[in-house]
């Protein structure tokens, strides 16, 4: 066991108490997400996990040992627990090889060419050896996202903490941080992923927090939480995630049928029309015109729309079966240039024998 949570509280001065008796129990190569509505205290859970804030009572056991104690280094602990934050927190006077090798030589007495070669391989390891010279406020911020767990990850860590590592970037920028994540987690990196991206949280995975009513309110691998909750709190906000689901197998399925349900669930759900226009444009230029005319009579697909009512964002994923084909580098040239215009961020992979496709639909702003 990596660690160990009891009966953690963290009362502010104010009274506000968003943890009143948290206990939970994390293994080495566990991703747990937390989720749950704003202020019940996750991104809390994790500054006190990482001892950025003290807590009020209760006790983390970190290798079998208590953080909380009196005498016990945190900076020892910190340098075992990365944390990458919302804001990037780069030095904008140091380029990106030097923020990310200032810490190994600091605090592990690392040579400054040990650091550098481990900077430079972890840079290449999330698509940036070409950046490494580079300033911060040269990249994008996707790119200084990525910079950041690269700085995290050059210090060795046991575990990562991720506090809504999406949530400060443009929605194009959203899939190139989620994919360095779930590398990550497919090399059995440890990690407790505060996010907003249930589709993320799904996929990416094995264990699900709920937190809510001071603590974690129900917990359970993401088949259980997202597919069978059951706590009144956990399916209230499961419900606030409108999910649309088809799949396509058959040699001439009804695509009218299909759309006429696109165009209902929208209205439904009072969905805009301007995020009802997006969705069917995805599902005919990327499902019928570019994905199913490439499989013909072999297509084996399966797509999804999930509603968030809250964020007023939609998530697509797209999986088919077959060999690789990459629809938005090999697709009809006008259907990918309208697919991109429907979609604020899209990212493909091949994984396991299966095609996937992952995306965000955003309503347009109007200025």
Same mark, same amino acid.
């Given at each position: 066991m990596?660690?160990?949570?009891?009966?953690l509280?963290?009362?502010?001065?104010?009274?506000?108490t968003? =943890?009143? #008796?948290?206990? %939970?129990?994390?293994?080495e190569?566990?991703?747990?997400s937390?989720?749950?509505?704003?202020?019940?205290?996750?991104?809390?859970?994790?500054?006190?996990?990482?001892?950025?804030?003290?807590?009020?009572?209760? &006790?983390?056991?970190?290798?079998?040992?208590?953080? *909380?104690?009196?005498? @016990?280094? =945190?900076?020892?602990?910190?340098?075992?627990? /990365?944390?990458?934050f919302?804001s990037?927190?780069?030095?904008?006077?140091? $380029?990106?090889?030097?923020?990310?090798?200032?810490?190994?030589v600091?605090?592990?007495?690392?040579?400054?060419?040990?650091?550098?070669?481990?900077?430079?391989?972890?840079?290449?390891a999330?698509?940036?050896?070409?950046?490494a010279?580079?300033y911060?406020?040269?990249?994008?911020g996707?790119?200084?996202?990525?910079v950041a767990?690269?700085?995290?990850?050059?210090?060795?860590?046991?575990?990562?903490?991720?506090?809504?590592?999406?949530?400060?970037?443009?929605?194009?920028?959203?899939?190139e941080?989620?994919?360095?994540?779930?590398?990550?987690?497919?090399?059995?990196? $440890?990690?407790?992923?505060?996010?907003?991206?249930?589709?993320?949280?799904?996929?990416?995975?094995?264990?699900?927090?709920?937190l809510?009513?001071g603590?974690?309110?129900?917990?359970?691998?993401?088949?259980?939480?997202?597919g069978?909750?059951?706590?009144?709190? *956990? !399916?209230?906000?499961?419900?606030?995630?409108?999910?649309?689901?088809?799949?396509?197998?058959a040699?001439?399925?009804?695509?009218?049928?299909?759309e006429?349900?696109?165009?209902?669930?929208?209205?439904?759900?009072? =969905?805009?029309?301007?995020?009802?226009?997006k969705?069917?444009?995805?599902?005919?230029?990327l %499902?019928? $015109?570019?994905i199913y005319?490439?499989?013909k009579?072999?297509? #084996?697909m399966?797509? *999804? @729309?999930? @509603?968030?009512?809250?964020?007023? *964002?939609?998530?697509?994923?797209?999986q088919y !079966? /077959?060999?690789?084909?990459?629809?938005?580098?090999?697709?009809?040239?006008?259907?990918?240039?309208?697919?991109?215009?429907?979609?604020?961020?899209?990212?493909?992979?091949? &994984?396991?024998?299966?095609?996937?496709?992952?995306?965000?639909? &955003?309503k347009?702003?109007?200025?």
């Amino acid at each position: 066991m990596l660690l160990k949570v009891e009966h953690l509280k963290k009362q502010y001065e104010n009274g506000t108490t968003p =943890i009143e #008796d948290l206990n %939970c129990e994390i293994n080495e190569g566990d991703v747990v997400s937390l989720i749950g509505p704003s202020g019940t205290g996750k991104s809390t859970f994790l500054n006190l996990l990482n001892r950025l804030e003290e807590p009020t009572a209760g &006790k983390i056991l970190f290798n079998g040992e208590d953080t *909380t104690a009196k005498g @016990y280094d =945190i900076h020892l602990l910190r340098r075992q627990m /990365g944390m990458v934050f919302q804001s990037f927190h780069l030095f904008s006077h140091l $380029t990106v090889v030097e923020n990310i090798m200032l810490a190994p030589v600091k605090l592990l007495n690392k040579s400054r060419q040990e650091a550098y070669d481990t900077a430079v391989r972890l840079l290449a390891a999330v698509g940036l050896a070409d950046k490494a010279k580079n300033y911060p406020s040269e990249l994008s911020g996707g790119q200084q996202q990525r910079v950041a767990i690269v700085r995290s990850l050059a210090m060795e860590p046991k575990v990562l903490l991720f506090d809504e590592p999406t949530s400060a970037l443009d929605p194009t920028m959203v899939g190139e941080v989620l994919a360095v994540i779930r590398n990550l987690a497919k090399e059995g990196m $440890t990690m407790i992923i505060v996010t907003h991206e249930m589709n993320f949280a799904k996929n990416v995975s094995n264990r699900v927090f709920y937190l809510d009513e001071g603590g974690i309110y129900e917990e359970g691998t993401p088949q259980q939480i997202f597919g069978n909750p059951q706590k009144e709190k *956990t !399916r209230q906000f499961i419900g606030r995630l409108k999910v649309f689901r088809r799949s396509i197998s058959a040699k001439a399925p009804d695509f009218m049928e299909i759309e006429s349900a696109i165009t209902a669930f929208g209205m439904r759900h009072m =969905i805009g029309a301007d995020l009802i226009n997006k969705m069917q444009v995805v599902f005919e230029e990327l %499902c019928l $015109t570019t994905i199913y005319d490439h499989y013909k009579d072999q297509t #084996d697909m399966e797509f *999804t @729309y999930e @509603y968030s009512e809250s964020m007023d *964002t939609i998530e697509v994923e797209v999986q088919y !079966r /077959g060999e690789a084909f990459d629809p938005l580098q090999e697709g009809d040239a006008l259907s990918v240039i309208l697919i991109r215009n429907a979609a604020e961020s899209l990212a493909y992979e091949y &994984k396991d024998g299966r095609n996937i496709v992952r995306g965000m639909l &955003k309503k347009r702003i109007i200025a």
